[in-house]
């Protein structure tokens, strides 16, 4: 028998409380988990979409979740709220959970997000088990721990930092992803490479087919678990990993807002912000002129350029001084000194902001 | 100058994660603190009563407070849920409330327990400080990090573990109690006598005057911390802290639920729950009857008597299995081989429960 390369790589990944399984080995280790850890009840938390293209593989691989009661929420961001932590907990109680019950969630990162704070807080807190199905889930809310719901316009503004069991990395369920939701994910990765290694970023900048970024997702895992791993209540280094995420989250917040407006997905809204803030890195940390142009032109050939009002910027800058990383009022921003070598806590004046969306635009 | 012993023995408690300080020593540090910190901003969090009675105290001895801001709630357990989380996130994220705001929780068990989970999650968690002014609190919710509110009428159904980064307890806030709040407290502090050490139990059992109940809060803080310390998420050891509370809470609930009844405070509920779980400890686990009957004695002269009817019983009993403590939808108890030594999973059978409510009533 043939064992392909890809599959000989993807050792699990210890993080610091769970323990992140790829392909075969994810569906072998989820059914010796269950096996050996006498849970009272099993919960399995899916949404519209995760019902229909990946309950069913799940359930057939994993005998044991024929018994599992199913719980569903709405997908998207709109329905990741206090509102819908209410119905999940109060689902739980009718159902009879109990300290020793465990839930799945089975999903991209909105559900994984929410799924994760309602196990967090249910009974002071009960195990969960995280199976993302989107690649931007894969790679980025798979580990650290990070929970959350929004507050209104506010992202994740409820929520805690706490660990899954186990994480299970399946790719078999991108199958099913449209291309856009891919290249969300996409955006991810290239920042694991921007913010850590440069030859990451070289490879992920030839791509030329989405369908084989599957390869790639174990080793932004792994990037992102050693960050993590060096600071997980995001004291310093861990900090890095918003790189982008600054104005790229006021981006995404406006768009979600304006309902008359095409909502942009994550990793479609912190692509423009890391261009932004490559373009503010080249003023204030010594980001050189070549890697500027070579991050732009690397996220204009795989992401639909934006158009910005003066008004509409003005709004997004507005929404800045909401993020929840911000502390005494100011903005920090994580920059770059090179492809590769990140600035923590840099503060960035008005003006330079502005000309960074003129920059964008160009 | 004269120092009063109680002064000289009210040294400062280390639990897990807070200190807990004592009397004048408390605004002191709660000063230090304030100087030290760096706080962005610092939240105040009141029911109507502390509001009135305890806050211009504490504003008068902590100067530093005087720019803090006054957060509100309404009283009462009827309000510890969901909605009124949801107002106060949003009341801290209009105030501009960031990661490195702190929040510092003035009150009762009720408003403890709830600003404590609002600050744990907001923003993935802020700091708070605790300042218990019933004496249930202070004996019961200063140590352990329980948080968490009630979902309809299951208690503490939602909520997380974390401890406060300080802990004052300040006696002089019991004055403006009245005596009904302060025998309330007294359950747990006898509670902590059964389950851990008989000379305290024997020395508080012969309490003439409830006014001087403030020089052994030290003591119960003390003798819990010991517990909590030895077993913080509560697999084992910390179960004999619920002592009393299987069916105390149950009683609890009931009692809250039917508005036609007057309602039962929190330690008036477990001093029943106590007399009870004594009856089924000389039943199932070897409390001798001369102790059982001294238990008995000493509830029934702090406490009122509740005459229950089968009826009651009944719906009482239903309400056990959604104990949030109740594993595989047993209900596990808290007994006695003797005072001092608990005995935690025991199973208890149906009849037991029911002759037990009979001698309570006997």
């Known amino acids: 028998m043939l064992i392909s390369r890809d ?14 399984y790829f392909y075969q080995e994810a569906y072998a280790q989820l059914s010796n988990h269950l096996k050996g850890s006498n849970y009272s009840s099993v919960f399995v938390l899916v949404d519209e979409n995760t019902e229909k293209d990946c309950l069913p593989i799940l359930l057939e691989k994993v005998e044991q979740l024929q018994k599992a009661t199913i719980l569903r929420i709405p ?46 807080t249910f009974k002071r807190g009960i195990d969960f088990i995280n199976i993302p199905t989107t690649l931007l889930a894969m790679v980025d809310a798979s580990v650290g721990g990070k929970t959350g719901v929004d507050l209104g316009p506010l992202k994740n503004q409820v929520g805690v930092i706490r660990e899954a069991v186990m994480v299970l990395v ?87 807002n304006e309902s008359e407006q095409e909502t942009l997905l994550h990793g479609e809204a912190i692509a ?26 690397t996220f204009k050939r795989f992401f639909k350029s934006v158009v910005f009002t003066a008004s509409q910027i003005e709004s997004i800058l ?7 990383k911000n502390s005494y009022g100011r903005v920090n921003f994580v920059l770059l000194k090179s492809i590769g070598e990140p600035v923590i806590d840099v503060q960035v004046p008005e003006d330079l902001l502005k000309s960074s969306f003129a920059y964008y635009m160009e």
């Open 318 to 324: 507005n929404l800045l001084r909401y993020d929840k």
């Open 272 to 297: 423009i912000g890391m261009v932004l803030e490559a373009y503010i890195s080249s003023k204030l940390t010594g980001l050189p002129e070549d890697q500027l142009s070579d991050i732009k032109t």
């Open 7 to 20: 599959f000989l790589s993807m050792q699990s990944i210890q993080t610091l409380g769970a323990q992140v």
């Open 170 to 256: 399946i790719p078999e369920f991108l199958k099913t992803l449209e291309e856009r939701q891919l290249v969300s994910g996409f955006a991810e990765m290239l920042k694991h490479g921007l913010i850590q290694d440069f030859s990451y970023w070289q490879q992920l900048s030839k791509t030329q087919q989405f369908g084989t970024l599957e390869e790639h997702i174990h080793r932004s895992v792994s990037l992102k678990n050693q960050v993590v791993m060096k600071d997980p209540t995001e004291k310093n280094e861990r900090k890095i990993l918003n790189f982008g995420h600054t104005l790229g989250h006021a981006i995404e917040s406006y768009f979600l």
């Open 75 to 120: 997908s998207g961001e709109e329905n990741k709220n206090i509102a819908t932590c209410l119905q999940l907990w109060e689902s739980l109680s009718e159902a009879d959970a109990d300290r020793k019950s465990l839930m799945i969630n089975l999903g991209g990162g909105v559900l994984t997000d929410l799924g994760g704070f309602v196990a967090s």
